[in-house]
């Protein structure tokens, strides 16, 4: 079975704060993919990063950072020094190699409070 | 190069109603997927098509159903509407061979009163 789990349904941060969305996932695939969607209020899906199981390495990108670790099935995303910009519904997802199928967490409600 | 684009944007049925969905992928990509995203719940799969053909299915009613065309374009129909179809419906496409890169559109916004 596939499943993603966001436990945090909301969270609130003052801005230029650190914040960590937490993301724990379960699957019996060797080979998958681990993604971080941003969904502002207008809809649409934006794409933030692709993980594959064989690279745990951690990745920066500028005030966003994810890190993974395959031993506790989790995939956290830190967002640096928030700002009001960041405000949105984030989702983590999880594509195994078979099957092609994405399935995502509940997402969480960021809210950054100028 | 245009993104995935969805038709219409917004739409209001009423339950019992039928709908249709359309989607654009991406040029060069042969591969569509449908969700749904119901308020306050991540995106659930639908249906896969590639090359035309169904290639996966989700745990949805055969109220749904989905057909791709030969320039890759989809639709999803949805019978016998029900309340609880109100939500975004949204569309991938990925090129083939790389069914985990899916490119997401905008969506699909509907009501159903």
């Known amino acids: 079975a596939q499943k993603v789990t966001q436990a945090q349904t909301e969270i609130s941060v003052v801005e230029k704060e650190d914040v960590t969305l937490d993301c724990v996932y379960e699957t019996r695939d060797t080979t998958y993919y681990l993604f971080w969607y941003k969904q502002p209020p207008s809809g649409e899906l934006v794409f933030l990063i692709r993980?594959?199981?064989?690279?745990?390495q951690n990745e920066i990108s500028g005030r966003y950072s994810w890190n993974f670790q395959k031993s506790t099935s989790s995939f956290n995303f830190t967002i640096t020094a928030s700002q009001v910009v960041d405000s949105a519904v984030y989702f983590c997802?999880?594509?195994?190699?078979?099957?092609?199928?994405?399935?995502f967490g509940t997402g969480t409600s960021l809210t950054v409070i100028p | 190069d245009a993104g995935v684009t969805q038709s219409p944007t917004h739409l209001i049925k009423t339950r019992g109603q039928h709908v249709t969905l359309r989607c654009s992928p991406i040029?060069?990509?042969?591969?569509v997927s449908w969700y749904q995203q119901v308020l306050g719940q991540g995106p659930q799969f639908i249906f896969q098509?590639?090359?035309?053909?169904?290639?996966g299915r989700g745990n949805f009613p055969d109220r749904f159903s989905a057909r791709q065309f030969p320039n890759y374009s989809s639709e999803l129909n949805v019978n016998a509407l029900l309340l609880g179809d109100s939500a975004l419906y949204l569309c991938?496409?990925?090129?083939?061979?790389?069914?985990?890169?899916?490119?997401f559109g905008p969506g699909t916004r509907l009501t159903v009163t």
């Open positions: 993980r594959n199981s064989f690279d745990e």
């Open positions: 991938a496409s990925s090129r083939p061979g790389q069914a985990y890169e899916q490119y």
């Open positions: 098509y590639y090359e035309k053909e169904e290639r």
């Open positions: 040029s060069g990509h042969k591969s």
């Open positions: 997802a999880l594509s195994p190699s078979v099957g092609n199928q994405f399935y």
